[in-house]
């Protein structure tokens, strides 16, 4: 078996929601931000923009739109996470970083997946946590959504992607299970 430093942290990586209030260093900061404007892109059209927040009110007012965008959902279309009062969609994470991108461009989604990646495996080598995060859109689906554009700084005709939170973790995970029927070979 190829054993190499990347694959170690690839299959050491896990999703975590829980963190202490400990903030990230300027260092930390600018190493999970070269590692996501490194990632590749389609054309190298570089789709994205970066927010970095660190501002946990504004993290506070984000969530309350995310809860205020699934309660509109039917009840079997919402996450069961909201079933409990004190679930934060950024688990109290010292930093979230917010992925935007203009819509319409077929790749800015999964450029922004790649680059994703990247910041949850360069935090994963500083000995940080991190959990990649679809739910926040459910917050740019409200009236709210044009306000927190502008308090994340997405450039104009820009709109939310994917998030991912980091920091220090508290919580310990197994490797997830890995589904049958994942692989398939085409000689």
Same mark, same amino acid.
């Given at each position: 078996?190829?054993?190499?430093?990347?694959?170690?942290?690839?299959?050491?990586?896990?999703?975590?929601?829980?963190?202490?209030?400990?903030?990230?260093?300027?260092?930390?900061?600018?190493?999970?931000?070269?590692?996501?404007?490194?990632?590749?892109?389609?054309?190298?059209?570089?789709?994205?923009?970066?927010?970095?927040?660190?501002?946990?009110?504004?993290?506070?007012?984000?969530?309350?739109?995310?809860?205020?965008?699934?309660?509109?959902?039917?009840?079997?279309?919402?996450?069961?996470?909201?079933?409990?009062?004190?679930?934060?969609?950024?688990?109290? *994470?010292?930093?979230? &970083?917010? !992925?935007? /991108?203009?819509?319409?461009?077929?790749? $800015?989604? @999964?450029?922004?997946?790649? *680059?994703?990646?990247? &910041?949850? !495996?360069? /935090?994963?080598?500083?000995?940080?946590? $991190?959990? @990649?995060?679809?739910?926040?859109?459910?917050?740019?689906?409200?009236?709210? /959504?044009?306000?927190?554009?502008?308090?994340?700084?997405?450039?104009?005709?820009?709109?939310?992607?994917?998030?991912?939170?980091?920091?220090?973790?508290?919580?310990?995970?197994?490797?997830?299970?890995?589904?049958?029927?994942?692989?398939?070979?085409?000689?």
């Amino acid at each position: 078996m190829i054993t190499n430093e990347t694959l170690r942290l690839i299959a050491s990586r896990r999703s975590h929601r829980a963190y202490t209030s400990t903030p990230l260093t300027q260092e930390q900061i600018d190493a999970l931000l070269k590692a996501a404007v490194e990632a590749p892109s389609a054309v190298n059209r570089q789709p994205w923009h970066f927010s970095l927040v660190r501002n946990q009110k504004l993290l506070d007012e984000i969530n309350g739109a995310v809860r205020e965008g699934m309660m509109k959902k039917a009840p079997e279309k919402r996450s069961p996470r909201l079933a409990d009062e004190k679930f934060h969609v950024f688990y109290h *994470a010292p930093a979230v &970083i917010f !992925l935007s /991108a203009q819509p319409g461009n077929a790749y $800015s989604p @999964i450029d922004c997946g790649i *680059a994703v990646q990247n &910041i949850a !495996l360069a /935090a994963e080598s500083m000995g940080l946590g $991190s959990v @990649i995060l679809g739910m926040p859109r459910e917050a740019f689906q409200t009236d709210k /959504a044009d306000a927190l554009r502008r308090a994340l700084d997405f450039p104009e005709g820009y709109d939310f992607v994917i998030a991912i939170s980091v920091g220090i973790p508290v919580d310990d995970k197994e490797a997830h299970a890995v589904g049958e029927g994942k692989i398939s070979f085409v000689d």
